[in-house]
T-cell receptor, first 115, second 111 residues
Framework: GAGVSQSPRYKVAKRGQDVALRCDPISGHVSLFWYQQALGQGPEFLTYFQNEAQLDKSGLPSDRFFAERPEGSVSTLKIQRTQQEDSAVYLC?????????????FGPGTRLTVL | SQQGEEDPQALSIQEGENATMNCSYKTSINNLQWYRQNSGRGLVHLILIRSNEREKHSGRLRVTLDTSKKSSSLLITASRAADTASYFCATDKAAGNKLTFGGGTRVLVKP
């Protein structure tokens, strides 16, 4: 497909479980972003990759959150020992640019529910 | 934390009417963008306006930017039922940088 894809689309986890969320960016896009969107709120930045380098992880809420993009393409966001407050939609976006105009192309998101 | 506020939080209009929503932000920006999000879906980019631009048009969309007031507005003319969605403004401080979103305006266009 031509767009950003994310899997799974829905994930239900028991409190304390580890989860892994996958993002397939648009082929050739240099930049990849992860955002967290709570119900009724705007997305909030989590972390940013340029190719395989994680250049900004200032938005990760705790050390239970970990993201990687080892080959500069697919990225995985991992949440360890999930808590109820982790319930949200996790959005991935990619952008072709290193700089310049920063239009980001978003995936459909993964809705995580922690019971 | 969110960069700024969007006003109104919710808007209900009849098909054919215009919809206007506003966004305020707190810090200096590189550019400002507007995105649309349909229920349960990802965000779709609508329009980008650079910090040195004051107005931009794209189809039925008109965006203004006032950097002295740190505010922007999005006007959707001749609205359609398909325009029903949440609209978010987003800013970045530097090219290629992370986006900081507002809280969104939920627009309902009644047929």
């Amino acid at each position: 497909g031509a767009g950003v894809s994310q899997s799974p689309r829905y994930k239900v986890a028991k409190r304390g479980q580890d989860v892994a969320l996958r993002c397939d960016p648009i082929s050739g896009h240099v930049s990849l972003f992860w955002y967290q969107q709570a119900l009724g709120q705007g997305p909030e930045f989590l972390t940013y990759f340029q190719n395989e380098a994680q250049l900004d992880k200032s938005g990760l809420p705790s050390d239970r959150f970990f993201a990687e993009r080892p080959e500069g393409s697919v990225s995985t966001l991992k949440i360890q020992r999930t808590q109820q407050e982790d319930s949200a939609v996790y959005l991935c976006a990619s952008s072709p640019h290193r700089g310049g105009d920063n239009e980001q192309f978003f995936g459909p998101g993964t809705r995580l529910t922690v019971l | 934390s969110q960069q700024g506020e969007e006003d109104p939080q919710a808007l209900s209009i009849q098909e054919g009417e215009n919809a206007t929503m506003n966004c305020s932000y707190k810090t200096s920006i590189n550019n400002l963008q507007w995105y649309r999000q349909n229920s349960g879906r990802g965000l779709v980019h609508l329009i980008l306006i650079r910090s040195n631009e004051r107005e931009k048009h794209s189809g039925r969309l008109r965006v203004t930017l006032d950097t002295s007031k740190k505010s922007s507005s999005l006007l959707i003319t001749a609205s359609r039922a398909a325009d029903t969605a949440s609209y978010f403004c987003a800013t970045d401080k530097a090219a290629g940088n992370k986006l900081t979103f507002g809280g969104g305006t939920r627009v309902l266009v009644k047929p």
